[in-house]
């Protein structure tokens, strides 16, 4: 193990770890204990200039429940469990698809189609903009929720069948050719025998995709563009000019639509980071 | 018309050329449709002027010539250059916080976990966190500045400050995804082998340098992908923090585009094309780098 572990080093040097430890973390963390701090403050505090010492009183719940009984937030909020949800659907099965077909057969044009897929999920958004917004304005399909979910199934599936593609070639092939020599029809050989393989991949980027869509901002604005559709990374602006110099309420606001991928990421964690260090071991 | 019966054997012989495609068919639509094609769109239109609705222009290569002397689009150049410099030092970082808690000490796996999990906020949020952070007089950083004596800064207000600080914000999600990478590599690192340099005398850097780095390259690579990438793709942090100001001195190609295209400074959606298509142009330099490392890994495996 690298570093050397610190049970075989000196007393003095474990006991300087484990203060550091903490230390480190709540340095880090520092700007966002900031704005936890803020979020529970009460009004007052900002207009007596008491900003970080000790609030005046404790608000969690009334600075809370203004951000989810007197805004869009809560409509924001279900607008992007709309756009996240579908997307993740679309993009997993859809690169199940893909994957499969790349990852178990050969044929002509197999590598160059798994490149492009790679190098599109590279692009920058900037390229795409004009024409896609222009075919989502098109068919009618501008500031609809719609119409965002259709584009991140499309440029996710990038992605996806990067990840799916790599995780089928890994599985052990002699089980295809065994089912092929009982001879399993292709699409029963992908339903019964692929797909029940593929379960901790698809679990790992559906909490990939999750965290992405919900953090989406650049779509956001350019598809949609109010609370009909909007989802909360684009809603915030204008949470924010509603409450706008009420540090408590925009902090409690920004807090809250964070928390979703964050729970997610903590309930998951295991499939969320085996799906982000997929490859970063040989 | 064949028979029916010639159909299905011709169907049985090429089955293994039709059930892929069959399987592709779906996700190679959307794919195409939503982004190998407006890629080529966006290369047209960037040659007319056209502003979104009305009838487009054709004007050659005059969008381009415009660039050459608009100073925007310089500052936005030069500040994507600072982003691509000043973003990989998260690898480093991420590095040194990975070997910082590479231990098996009580609770480290939830240090882990708190150190990983800015990754996971919305870059919205980091934005608006950190420019509270940064706010004069009232931000935290400020307010720590005074404690110990020394010199309020209003980092988003000074156009020369303004683009390191909205890169220190990148840089707090970033360093904590190339640590989790690392981390990920140093769990994988052969004990043997850190034995073997152990009793060659290798110590700390040396045994950094010559055995353990060596051996976290795949994962050295995945983060210099996504780091180079991330630079890049700069976009939402700029327009949270400072919208692009002040006086356009945080522009990057990413955020310029959008101002031209779609924002205030109104619908020149040939113009913005034309960015977008210098900035795509140099993204495909590191696509084509990543790509052909990729491929050599691909045929290796293959023999």
Known sequence: MFPTPIQKRSRATQVTYQTLLPLALILWLLPLLAVMLFSIRPLSDFTNGNYWGIPSSFDLFANYGRVFFESDMPRYLLNSVFITVPTVIGAVALSCMTGFALGIYRFRGNLLIFFMFIAGNFVPFQILMVPVRDLTVSTGLYDTKTGLVLFHIAFQTGFCTL??????????????????????????????????????????????????????????????????????????????????????????????AAIPPVAMFFAMQRHFIAGLTLGAVK | MTPATDTRSWLQKNRMTVTPLLFLLPGLLFFVVYVISPIFQSFNISLYDWDGLGEATYIGLDNYRELVDDRAFETSLWNNLKWLALYLLAIPAGLFIALFLNQTVTG???????????????????????????????????AVLTFFGLDSINVLGDPDLATYGIIAAGLWPQTAYCMILY??????????????????????????????????????????????????????????????????????????????????????????SAIAVVLFLIMLVFIGYFLWQMWRDEREARH
């Open chain 1, 163 to 256: 990840f799916m593609r790599n995780f089928i070639r890994a599985l052990p092939y002699e089980l295809i050719e065994a089912a092929r020599v009982e001879g399993v029809a292709e699409w029963r050989i992908f339903w019964y025998v692929v797909l029940p393989l593929m379960r901790p991949a698809i679990a790992a980027l559906s909490v990939l995709i999750f965290t992405f869509i919900w953090n989406d901002y650049f779509w956001a604005i350019v598809l949609t563009q109010g609370p009909e559709a909007q989802p909360v990374t684009a809603g915030i602006t204008s949470f924010n000019s509603q409450f706008v110099a009420q540090y408590h309420l925009m902090s409690a606001g920004s807090i809250v």
């Open chain 2, 108 to 142: 480290i796996r939830l240090y882990k976990s708190l150190f990983f999990f800015p990754f996971v906020l919305s870059q919205v949020v980091v934005g608006l966190v950190f420019s509270w952070f940064y706010l004069p007089r009232v931000g935290l950083l400020n």
């Open chain 2, 183 to 272: 981390l990920t590599g140093l769990n994988a690192v052969d004990p043997e082998q850190i034995e073997a340099g152990r009793l060659d005398g290798a110590k700390g850097w040396k045994m950094l340098w010559h055995v353990v780095l060596p051996q976290l390259k795949p994962a050295t690579f995945i983060a210099f992908v996504v780091t180079i990438i991330g630079a890049l793709r700069s976009f939402d942090l700029i327009s949270i923090m400072t919208n692009g100001g002040p006086f356009g001195s945080t522009r990057v190609l990413s955020f310029m585009m959008f101002e031209q295209a779609l924002s205030e400074y109104g619908f020149r959606m040939g113009y913005g």
